[in-house]
């Protein structure tokens, strides 16, 4: 299992929280990539975030999301949600990539960004 965190600088760093409800750009999916993501998508404080990935990759792979493989094999859930929603998360505005079902996942701070090759 691997996974990249890093902090993004957004709008948010410069309006003082003002825009918090856009949709801001997903991060690119990797350092001089210019591929566009299949599919973006919001994060909702109320879902999990591990829901938000399988149901994003279904959506962007046209497949049901029963029919993937178990998000567990790739990354262990908990800790993704707590990083993300943790102290540090919140306060850095951290984006993590990692592989899942062929695709590479962007999750930004309010953002789900999928990738296919």
Known sequence: MSFTAHREMTSH?????????RLDPPPLAHEGSTDEPVHVSRLDEDEPIAMAVVHAVATALRRQPLDLEPLSAQIDPEALENLLNGPIGRRDELSVSFRFEDCTI????????????
């Open 13 to 21: 760093d410069h309006d003082h929280g003002q825009n918090r409800d």
């Open 106 to 117: 962007v999750l930004g701070p309010r953002t789900i960004a999928v990738y296919t090759e």
